[in-house]
């Protein structure tokens, strides 16, 4: 199977890295995540409810939407504060790319492991720029928010179509489709990728 792949290019400050990477990724993740699963019997089961919250962002003129998950939250700030670090760390203008994989496993006969298969991947591309003065930010700053605006719609339009996504398991196979460790939300199963970053 091939997997869809989409690929956003972005020019921005340092210090709009975050949230700038943080608004796509939430919004994706808002849209491929679903509310715990609870069985009452197998083939018979209900979805919980997801909790949302908006975030207004300092550095960009933009407030977007993601799931009010303390948990999930954590665990792409974690990969994002480092990929932003690594970019902003080098002397001069750098560029770098981080992606969002959807996978599910594929079990395999002993002794081989299980196989993750991915069906999605999110990519960004970053070319960091400098900026002289505070005009030249706040024209920045809002011409990324619009930007950023065409981001968010554009993924809304993705999530719309009738392609493929794995199909609902049974519970036995839960956790080949779903991230089941988060204890307030359930999304398809994915990883971090980054991070090519070129001087």
């Known amino acids: ?14 210090r709009q890295v975050d949230e700038a990477v943080s608004s796509i990724f939430h919004t ?44 999930l939250d954590r665990s792409l700030k974690g990969v994002i504060n480092e990929f932003s670090e690594v970019l902003r760390g080098n002397d001069g203008p750098g560029t770098g790319q981080i992606s969002l994989e959807f996978f599910q496993k594929k079990k395999n006969r002993w002794p081989f492991q299980t196989e993750n298969i991915p069906w999605e991947v999110w990519t960004i591309r970053l070319e960091l720029i400098k900026l002289n003065n505070e005009h030249e930010r706040q024209v920045c700053r809002e011409k990324v928010g619009d930007m950023l605006t065409d981001k968010i719609i554009y993924i809304a339009e993705v999530m719309n179509r009738h392609e493929y996504v794995p199909k609902m398991p049974n519970q036995s196979e839960l956790d080949l489709i779903f991230d089941t460790t988060f204890p307030d939300v359930q999304p398809y199963l994915f990883k971090h990728l ?5 001087d």
């Open 28 to 71: 994706v993740l808002f849209h491929r995540s679903l509310g715990k699963f609870r069985y009452k019997q197998e083939g018979s089961y209900s979805v919980g409810t997801i909790g949302y919250e908006d975030v207004d962002c300092d550095f960009i003129d933009f407030t977007y939407v993601c799931c009010s998950s303390v948990h």
């Open 1 to 14: 199977m091939n997997a869809r792949s989409q690929v956003f290019d972005l020019s921005l400050e340092g």
């Open 194 to 198: 980054f991070i090519d970053i070129i």
